[in-house]
């Protein structure tokens, strides 16, 4: 399971990327089409869907709602749809695994049903800070009792019909948070709206609207009521950018690397690693841009090139959120020093993500130091080693492809959880030229 620490990567030195490859599907839009084809009056079809841990938590906390559901089989998924008040009573607790997307989201949908639950996860979900959703939806009349500090279990009291409508100016940049108050608002009397201090992703807005539910989007602020029904609809999943982001760097740094992506999404959302690594220098092309079911989406061609350190403007890091520890292995490449500020949620992640990191490029021999909100790189010569990943997903992906620079093996420990977003990512990196093995 997730939590197993078992799992060690072992990467040898060197190499070049080469080859054209198509990544798993977007992992928030994958949890999306879940969670509002159950809502939706009617049957969806999704494909592209992204079959991995974190998704399919959410998949099954709606087949134990009552909602049936079919696939994944081949990234196809059919989602029998229950309508906006069809969802049954969980007879047990509703387990998330390592997915805080499942939880912060389900958390406003939840608070507005007829039935209580409670939502569970594994160590890291359960240490991480839901009080910047349950204080909100405390706020339009929810009812949700958090452990002492703020964290999960959460138990949620059924409130149908008891929910009010609200302005809530978000003091984070977060596209959970956001979403969370609009699947509420979905539930709440009168007007829900909800401002943010900076651009997060917006696929609960999209999505929402290919299902033909009212929301309106004026500057920073996303509007909602409960007067809209969501019809059931198709969904194509692009490939997920954050998957993508491990090539886009691996190639940047390999030498003689030439990989194409295809099919992935490029919301300008999501797209800061590629406007980061352009900045320092990378060698990327977005060929092929079209719209697929509402989201745009592109292939991308990226070939070696000799990164620059940079200063990373702040406007960028809710853009590139969870891209920062492939970045930071770009910037031990690069030639001089990289500043990160203003990124203090990478504390927050999955896991510390600005200790993790750097405590795992230090003991590579990069001169990799932690600050509260970000982190100061001097690019140099990436060493060997042995490097804990503390079970996150992004962290164990990054240090693999810091070997494809290194000058000698690095072990990677607890890397179990890279089936949470990206199983596959093994399998694709050894195609393209990693060579990456489990020991
Ligand atoms: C996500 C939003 C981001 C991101 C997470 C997925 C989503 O979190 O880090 O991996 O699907 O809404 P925050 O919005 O909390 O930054």
Do not use: W
Request: charged residues 20%.
């Amino acid at each position: 399971m997730s939590s197993s620490t078992n799992v060690i990567f072992q990467v040898q030195p060197g190499g070049s990327l080469n080859g054209e490859i198509r990544v798993p599907g977007d992992k928030s839009m994958s949890h999306r089409s879940i969670m509002l084809g159950s809502l939706a009056d009617g049957v969806t079809h999704v494909t592209g869907f992204l079959n991995a841990e974190d998704a399919m938590c959410t998949l099954e906390a709606f087949r134990a709602m009552g909602v049936q559901i079919e696939g994944p089989v081949n990234g196809e998924v059919t989602v029998h749809g229950v309508g906006k008040h069809g969802l049954k009573a969980p007879e047990k607790p509703l387990y998330l695994g390592n997915s805080g997307t499942s939880m912060r989201l389900l958390s406003g949908l939840l608070a507005g049903q007829p039935f209580d639950c409670v939502l569970t996860g594994d160590k890291s979900l359960e240490s991480r800070p839901m009080k910047r959703v349950t204080a909100p939806l405390a706020q339009m009349g929810a009812e949700i009792v958090t452990q002492e500090n703020g964290t999960a279990p959460l138990h949620i009291k059924g409130k149908a019909g008891k929910l009010q409508g609200m302005h809530y100016d978000m003091p984070i940049a977060s596209a959970q948070v956001k979403s969370c108050l609009l699947l509420a608002g979905m539930y709440a009397e009168g007007e829900t709206s909800v401002t943010e201090p900076a651009p997060t992703r917006d696929h609960t807005e999209r999505m929402l609207a290919g299902f033909g539910y009212p929301v309106t989007r004026d500057g920073a602020t996303a509007r909602i009521t409960s007067n809209g029904k969501l019809t059931a609809t198709n969904i194509d999943v692009p490939s997920d950018i954050s998957s993508a982001a491990f090539f886009l760097v691996g190639a940047s740094i390999a030498p003689n690397s030439d990989v194409t992506l295809k099919h992935v999404g490029i919301n300008p959302t999501r797209t800061g690693v590629i406007d980061i690594l352009r900045l320092m220098g990378a060698n990327i092309e977005v060929l092929n841009e079209r719209e697929v079911g509402g989201e745009p989406v592109a292939d991308l061609r990226v070939r070696s090139a000799q990164l620059q350190g940079i200063n990373i403007p702040e406007h960028l890091v809710p853009l590139a959120i969870d891209e920062f520890p492939v970045l930071f292995v770009a910037a031990s490449c690069a030639e001089g020093q990289t500043v990160l500020t203003g990124a203090e949620e990478l504390r927050v992640k999955e896991s510390d993500r600005i200790q993790v990191m750097a405590d795992g490029l230090q003991i590579l021999g990069i001169d990799a130091q932690a600050t509260k909100d970000g982190m100061v790189i001097n690019g140099g010569q990436i060493g060997g080693g042995e490097v804990d990943s503390h079970g996150d997903h992004r962290t164990a992906m990054s240090f693999s492809i810091a070997g494809l620079r290194a000058s000698g093996p690095i072990t990677i420990k607890d890397c179990a959880n890279v089936n949470t977003s990206f199983p596959e990512f093994r399998d694709l990196a050894v195609k393209l030229g990693l060579d990456v093995s489990v020991i």
